[in-house]
């Protein structure tokens, strides 16, 4: 069974039963966790809570080079990681060596930040002098999610670290590898206790976690409901919490665009992790003029796309993460399907081993359906005929969610009217990119709480006080 990773070393679970991590190309088993005790959390947190003075002690130079360190680990043993994530989260190869190369790239970037973020000062009237001073906020629980637990897992490290916070990160029971193996071999030259792993599920590990009294920061990525819960936790003690949570992202395509360069960007957007991103597309909206021939060349695209392991070469997309991830899109689909959508392609399970469903396009879904409401998080494409650019802003906007937009449009008028109007906290121009190294985003409605990205995370994770000095009385 593998074992937690407390104060420097690896530790095995106090007790409890275990966790069976499934691999979801084949369903068959390749690990086993511990399901988390309360014991296991306390050890955990306390070993963070002793390292947490010595490592806020240090220079943002200091801090610096450990994170440069951790990065270049990260890059030396890619392979090893990335190997990991295709064995347990069933993404193709490319995909994971992408996410560990983003993962070093984000720390390293931060390691930057955490010297050269600074406040500024104002002198006063009185001639006083007027700046804010930071310091971190001790220990830091992290939730980590399945779909990106090296890059996502990174994302909420390296940050906590760089403000010079202790950190408990607890990954997914679903995808505890590689989180694992990279916080022992990227990060294990830290102090003992300054970045420790929690295996185990929610009810078991991570409720007491988000409860506990000298966690000082939780992070979490992940589902609403979740995340909902995790608010509610931290609110009644008045804990900061920042929380990047569900979406049902819109991508508006408009009838100045190359229809080819339109689709491309549709079809990578929409079923890279086989659609299990947060910022995944998952409401197509398409100007009348090409919407037909748009629908017909993202069928056309999702239909030769090939589904198979992670680890085969000729792979385009490979599974879900589990059955139950799966039924979900399959009723998602099934219910359009009978309130009188048209499924274009795909629409039902891969027979055989693994979690596998093929992509799928729909149209015709009426506007209250789970699969136009809800989050799906599956490589389902639902294609809205609308009349104009107005019209596309305005069903993207008809969501409790709101997490980030994409827009295809060659039109610079309208560009500047969906970055006004769209709300949402990150805006795509023609592009799927974004989290340049710096930048920031702060979700909308029911997608979140805080700012994730850039200096502004590194302000939400530390504490800031206003500083009023005069040279004398």
């Given at each position: 069974?593998?074992?937690?990773?407390?104060?420097?070393?690896?530790?095995?679970?106090?007790?409890?039963?275990?966790?069976?991590?499934?691999?979801?190309?084949?369903?068959?088993?390749?690990?086993?966790?511990?399901?988390?005790?309360?014991?296991?959390?306390?050890?955990?947190?306390?070993?963070?809570?002793?390292?947490?003075?010595?490592?806020?002690?240090?220079?943002?130079?200091?801090?610096?080079?450990?994170?440069?360190?951790?990065?270049?680990?990260?890059?030396?043993?890619?392979?090893?990681?990335?190997?990991?994530?295709?064995?347990?989260?069933?993404?193709?190869?490319?995909?994971?060596?992408?996410?560990?190369?983003?993962?070093?790239?984000?720390?390293?970037?931060?390691?930057?930040?955490?010297?050269?973020?600074?406040?500024?000062?104002?002198?006063?009237?009185?001639?006083?002098?007027?700046?804010?001073?930071?310091?971190?906020?001790?220990?830091?629980?992290?939730?980590?999610?399945?779909?990106f637990p090296v890059a996502v897992?990174?994302?909420?490290?390296?940050?906590?670290?760089?403000?010079?916070?202790?950190?408990?990160?607890?990954?997914?029971?679903?995808?505890?590898?590689?989180?694992?193996?990279?916080?022992?071999?990227?990060?294990?030259?830290?102090?003992?206790?300054?970045?420790?792993?929690?295996?185990?599920?929610?009810?078991?590990?991570?409720?007491?976690?988000?409860?506990?009294?000298?966690?000082?920061?939780?992070?979490?990525?992940?589902?609403?409901?979740?995340?909902?819960?995790?608010?509610?936790v931290c609110g009644r003690d008045?804990?900061?919490?920042?929380?990047?949570?569900?979406?049902?992202?819109?991508?508006?395509?408009?009838?100045?665009?190359?229809?080819?360069?339109?689709?491309?960007?549709?079809?990578?957007?929409?079923?890279?992790?086989?659609?299990?991103?947060?910022?995944?597309?998952?409401?197509?909206?398409?100007?009348?003029?090409?919407?037909?021939?748009?629908?017909e060349e993202l069928t056309a695209?999702?239909?030769?796309?090939?589904?198979?392991?992670?680890?085969?070469?000729?792979?385009?997309?490979?599974?879900?993460?589990?059955?139950?991830?799966?039924?979900?899109?399959?009723?998602?689909?099934?219910?359009?399907?009978?309130?009188?959508?048209?499924?274009?392609?795909?629409?039902?399970?891969?027979?055989?081993?693994?979690?596998?469903?093929?992509?799928?396009?729909?149209?015709?879904?009426?506007?209250?359906?789970?699969?136009?409401?809800?989050?799906?998080?599956?490589?389902?494409?639902?294609?809205?005929?609308?009349?104009?650019?107005?019209?596309?802003?305005?069903?993207?906007?008809?969501?409790?969610?709101?997490?980030?937009?994409?827009?295809?449009?060659?039109?610079?008028?309208?560009?500047?009217?969906?970055?006004?109007?769209?709300?949402?906290?990150?805006?795509?121009?023609?592009?799927?990119?974004?989290?340049?190294?710096?930048?920031?985003?702060?979700?909308?409605?029911?997608?979140?709480?805080?700012?994730?990205?850039?200096?502004?995370?590194?302000?939400?994770?530390?504490?800031?006080?206003?500083?009023?000095?005069?040279?004398?009385?």
């Amino acid at each position: 069974m593998l074992t937690h990773w407390i104060g420097g070393k690896a530790v095995p679970s106090a007790g409890g039963d275990g966790i069976e991590v499934l691999d979801p190309a084949t369903g068959r088993i390749i690990e086993e966790i511990p399901r988390g005790t309360a014991e296991d959390v306390d050890q955990a947190v306390a070993a963070a809570r002793d390292a947490a003075p010595a490592w806020a002690a240090l220079t943002p130079p200091q801090r610096r080079a450990a994170l440069l360190q951790a990065a270049g680990a990260l890059r030396a043993e890619r392979d090893r990681f990335a190997r990991l994530l295709v064995e347990e989260n069933g993404k193709p190869l490319r995909e994971a060596l992408a996410e560990v190369d983003a993962a070093a790239g984000v720390t390293a970037s931060y390691a930057e930040l955490a010297v050269h973020a600074r406040s500024g000062a104002q002198q006063g009237g009185t001639g006083e002098l007027n700046f804010q001073y930071r310091q971190p906020r001790g220990v830091a629980a992290c939730i980590v999610p399945w779909n990106f637990p090296v890059a996502v897992g990174v994302e909420n490290l390296a940050p906590n670290l760089a403000v010079g916070n202790a950190v408990v990160i607890k990954p997914s029971e679903k995808t505890p590898l590689a989180t694992r193996e990279l916080v022992e071999r990227a990060f294990g030259h830290l102090p003992p206790g300054t970045c420790n792993v929690l295996l185990g599920d929610g009810p078991s590990a991570g409720d007491h976690l988000i409860s506990h009294a000298q966690v000082d920061v939780v992070v979490f990525v992940g589902s609403e409901r979740t995340g909902r819960h995790i608010a509610e936790v931290c609110g009644r003690d008045l804990r900061k919490a920042v929380v990047e949570l569900g979406g049902k992202d819109a991508f508006i395509v408009d009838d100045t665009v190359d229809l080819a360069q339109a689709v491309a960007l549709a079809k990578v957007a929409k079923y890279t992790a086989s659609g299990q991103i947060c910022t995944s597309p998952e409401r197509f909206f398409v100007t009348g003029r090409v919407f037909e021939p748009f629908v017909e060349e993202l069928t056309a695209a999702s239909r030769a796309m090939r589904l198979g392991p992670g680890a085969d070469e000729g792979t385009d997309m490979g599974p879900l993460i589990d059955q139950t991830q799966r039924a979900r899109v399959t009723e998602h689909v099934a219910t359009a399907r009978s309130a009188g959508a048209t499924v274009h392609c795909g629409g039902e399970p891969v027979d055989g081993p693994g979690f596998f469903f093929p992509p799928t396009v729909i149209t015709n879904a009426d506007t209250d359906l789970p699969v136009m409401t809800d989050e799906t998080f599956g490589p389902v494409a639902p294609v809205v005929r609308v009349a104009d650019f107005d019209e596309a802003i305005e069903r993207a906007n008809d969501s409790r969610f709101g997490l980030s937009a994409m827009v295809c449009t060659e039109s610079a008028p309208r560009a500047m009217l969906a970055l006004e109007r769209l709300r949402a906290g990150m805006i795509k121009i023609n592009t799927n990119r974004g989290k340049a190294p710096g930048a920031t985003s702060e979700p909308f409605n029911a997608s979140g709480l805080g700012h994730g990205y850039g200096v502004e995370f590194l302000h939400e994770l530390s504490r800031e006080k206003s500083v009023h000095w005069r040279s004398h009385l």
